[in-house]
């Protein structure tokens, strides 16, 4: 095919309507491409923030930094802006961009097969779909994990997870125990305990914490975000900037940003918590930003009113009226919160995914999740997925990381739809290649320094990006042809 002439008419197939599903969506049709499905598991699209409603969400990244890089919000209320605003700028943006005229909603894909060079969807109501090409965005965290305490099923008040909470339980006057100390949990016992009769915080781990203020956004400000876009513009690559620059250094190996960031948070537990006791409770023991750092500077104020507790004894069982602790405490409870996170290595699973000559997605990481540059698989032609096998989860913003991924896929689409090729995917040996530079890389960062998080995967290693930005930007920049199975 010569240029001039005709491209393909490709049809694709977006799993997923979150954050990478809507940027997909609106970048693959500027593109050209209009022969396009996005299929959604939920009735609403927003992924995470759609899940997530618990008391006291928001991102962990600058809102100014966690937005589209072409929709900037001049009106964040906040430098970390609640849920609640994020899931309406996804609305919002998707309605822009006439996202919602694509997707079906409540059609969970169960099964993709790579047949006779096209990929065959079967949908969870008994519709099928057969398309050209594959693009997965179904997220991270989004498969709930419960805890394994025995007579959690016994408890007679109401119990739920953070990521499903019921809006219908009232709070105002009851006794409310929270499972799990990690961001979700910190975030929710500030958010409530002015209106609880008393919260839990069953703590297995402690957590090092950024003390990190949230100053409101002025109406002056906004105005000025308004009024300029080159200021919007501006704010997102100094912010981009400073993120790159400081944490995201610090956790592959920068040693001199890493003390920095420790001596923040240790003085932030020393300054704020007055009770030796309760100091001693919450330092943890292992290395800063080992586990996910958490941002907040009002868990610690929040957890020493006199009607918060910290129960660091470990959980025997749940019974009817409560939690029951290894000293023999009943902690007896109205409402009981699982704020115990997610599995963060499912993927798009547990959809069944067929490559070629009957290779499954199952079979191919039955010994771990390895992908090629995070987006590709070998084995499985023109399928590719978002935020994939370690992607820069814990270093950057995730939509920066979307957006160059996303770019990244699109060069080798396009190779698909000029004719070029017919077949693309990664070499065996290439994916094999990138997999054991991240291990070797792995071995300089701070998640292998003895914590156990939800970056490891099964085998304990960190599911992540072991290098700097730099390297994720010019590693995305263009694909090398020469590490892929390509068939004319």
């Not at 694709?12 to 940027?23: K, R």
């Not at 609880?196 to 002056?220: C, D, K, M, Y």
């Not at 003085?267 to 007055?274: E, P, R, S, Y």
Request: charged share 25%.
């Amino acid at each position: 095919m010569t240029k001039g002439e005709d491209k393909r008419a490709l049809r694709v197939a977006v799993i997923g309507a979150g954050m990478s599903g809507i940027l997909a969506a609106i970048k693959l049709r500027q593109a050209g491409i209009t022969d396009l499905a996005v299929y959604e598991k939920a009735d609403r699209l927003g992924g995470t923030w759609r899940d997530n409603t618990y008391p006291g969400l928001s991102c962990d990244v600058p809102s100014h930094l966690y937005a589209y890089s072409f929709e900037p919000n001049p009106d964040w209320s906040h430098r970390f802006s609640p849920g609640a605003e994020i899931q309406a700028y996804f609305e919002r943006v998707a309605a822009k961009y006439d996202v919602e005229s694509l997707i079906s909603y409540n059609a969970e894909v169960t099964r993709a097969a790579f047949e006779v060079g096209r990929w065959r969807l079967e949908i969870k109501d008994g519709r099928t779909d057969v398309v050209d090409i594959v693009l997965t965005a179904t997220g991270v965290l989004h498969h709930p994990v419960s805890p394994q305490i025995d007579g959690l099923t016994s408890f007679s008040g109401a119990c739920f997870h953070s990521a499903r909470w019921d809006h219908d339980v009232p709070l105002a006057g009851r006794r409310v125990g929270i499972i799990g100390t990690g961001s979700t949990g910190v975030q929710i016992v500030p958010a409530i305990v002015d209106e609880v009769a008393s919260v839990s915080l069953f703590q297995r781990t402690a957590q090092w914490i950024l003390p990190l203020p949230n100053p409101e956004h002025g109406e002056e400000e906004k105005a000025a975000f308004r009024a300029s876009p080159e200021l919007l513009r501006a704010t997102y690559l100094d912010l981009a900037e400073r993120f790159q620059n400081t944490f995201a250094r610090a956790v592959v190996g920068d040693h001199a940003q890493m003390q920095r960031i420790a001596d923040a948070c240790r003085a932030n537990l020393d300054d704020n918590v007055a009770d030796p006791a309760l100091r001693r409770k919450l330092t943890p023991d292992y290395q800063v930003a080992c586990k996910r750092l958490i941002m907040s500077d009002q868990f610690y104020p929040a957890i020493q009113k006199p009607n918060a507790e910290l129960v660091t004894d470990a959980i025997v069982r749940i019974e009817p009226a409560g939690v029951r602790t290894a000293d023999g405490q009943l902690h007896e409870l109205d409402v009981l919160v699982l704020a115990t996170g997610f599995d963060g290595h499912r993927f798009m699973r547990p959809m069944q995914i067929v490559g070629r000559d009957g290779l499954t997605l199952d079979e191919a990481w039955a010994d771990a999740n390895e992908a090629y540059r995070s987006v590709a698989v070998p084995g499985f032609p023109n399928f590719f997925t978002m935020v994939g096998p370690n992607s820069p989860i814990g270093n950057f913003s995730l939509i920066m990381i979307s957006e160059m991924q996303l770019a990244y896929i699109m060069q080798l689409v396009e190779l698909i739809r000029t004719g070029r090729y017919r077949e693309v995917a990664p070499t065996a040996a290439a994916t094999a290649r990138f997999n054991a530079a991240i291990k070797e890389a792995m071995k300089g960062t701070v998640w292998v320094t003895g914590c156990r998080s939800w970056y490891l995967d099964r085998n304990g290693n960190p599911a992540m990006w072991p290098w700097t930005f730099e390297r994720f930007e010019a590693e995305m920049a263009k694909p090398d042809l020469g590490d892929f199975d390509l068939v004319a």
